[in-house]
């Protein structure tokens, strides 16, 4: 009698994350799974990043996590691109995008008619660090308001990701930040971590961060594990 | 043969979160569980709290919750009161402080010493609401920086608590938020849930957060469940 045997939780994840690059792969669709704490400007980079994107030639999709509500998905509806409101809370109300979650919302979108889709994942500097989705980059958007140290407290997140836009730069002029010591932490904990200092309120920094992501989605360097 | 049942983890831990009220109640300590989003103002606040609690005749006491890392605790130490930093790496990483954590840090306090204990939670909006501490009362943080939403899309969180500090008001001018969408949001959520504006920055708000807690800490209304 042959014994069965419920593999690593993390395996299992991680079969799913490589089902989903399979059908990237076979579509070219460039994933970028968008990560940050709660409130940090997730969805407001969406909305002015997507028109742009739209004016290069290039058709974008989203799956918008969130444990409840379709709040964001509200937000980015006028932008007119296909939405998928991934809602954690049937799933047991996980604290992260798993990519069993990101398999379920693939099966709504044709994505033989996207070149780049993105996962907002949800507002969690911690456990969405943890799991592969299949994606081409991972990006922590952290918020100004924030503080300085959030590298050295949530290393994991700020370990995994290929790109930090620092956001809200709008309001360095009212808060007590030292943009050196931002940059120093973040350079701790990962030397190679590009970090591009953004307002989604004024569009500063817009220009930078959409020639990355052009660049990125050119040489599709997929993190497959 | 009996057969040994492993029973419901939050049950598991509801138990040593019942062990730790005893524990409270025996050395009438009264607890609050402080719990935000990342970088919301938690240990600033702190810093502010602690010493008015002191010219008040109340001795305080610190748990610390942070994955990993001491920064917190350091920037507390100048308080000169009792801290022991939780970290949650040698306990899975958890991404909350759960009854268990403050269980092992209570052996390093006197409680017969301390009239009112903190316990920073880990900056994270969702899984930290889930867990009973043996605390009186629960506090969120939430930064004025995150935006009116939250309530709606962490709905757990601010069902689960007593108190919302909406913190960095010296932030209001420079912010698009309409403070009334922020408080009927929280309304809409659980309209038992008091709100207090400050400003950790400033001390603003600070007099009513501190008669609350004062208030609170006289009618010890334990949330033992």
Chains 1, 2 share one sequence.
Request: hydrophobic share 40%.
């Amino acid at each position: 009698m042959e014994i069965p045997v419920i593999r690593d939780v993390l395996e299992e994840s991680n079969e799913r994350a490589r089902e989903n690059r399979t059908v990237f792969d076979r579509y070219g669709v460039f994933v970028a799974n968008i990560m940050s704490s709660p409130g940090s400007g997730k969805t407001t980079i969406l909305q002015k990043t997507i028109p742009v994107l739209r004016e290069n030639g290039l058709a974008c999709a989203i799956i918008e996590g969130d444990i409840t509500s379709t709040l964001d998905s509200e937000k980015l509806k006028p932008l007119g691109v296909p939405i998928v409101q991934a809602n954690t809370e049937p799933f047991g109300g996980d604290c992260y995008v798993g990519p069993h979650l990101v398999q379920a919302a693939l099966r709504y979108l044709d994505l033989a008619s996207i070149h780049i889709l993105f996962i907002e994942n949800i507002g969690n500097l911690v456990c969405p660090a943890e799991f592969y989705l299949g994606e081409d980059c991972k990006v922590v958007v952290l918020s100004l308001a924030e503080g300085e140290d959030k590298p050295l407290k949530y290393p994991l997140m700020f370990r995994e990701c290929h790109l930090c836009l620092l956001n809200k730069m709008d309001l360095a002029p009212y808060l007590d930040i030292d943009l050196n010591v931002f940059e120093s932490n973040i350079q701790k904990i990962n030397s190679q971590l590009k970090v591009i200092m953004v307002s989604a309120k004024t569009g500063f920094g817009f220009l930078a961060w959409i020639e990355w992501l052009l660049e990125q989605s050119k040489t599709r360097n997929s993190t497959a594990r």
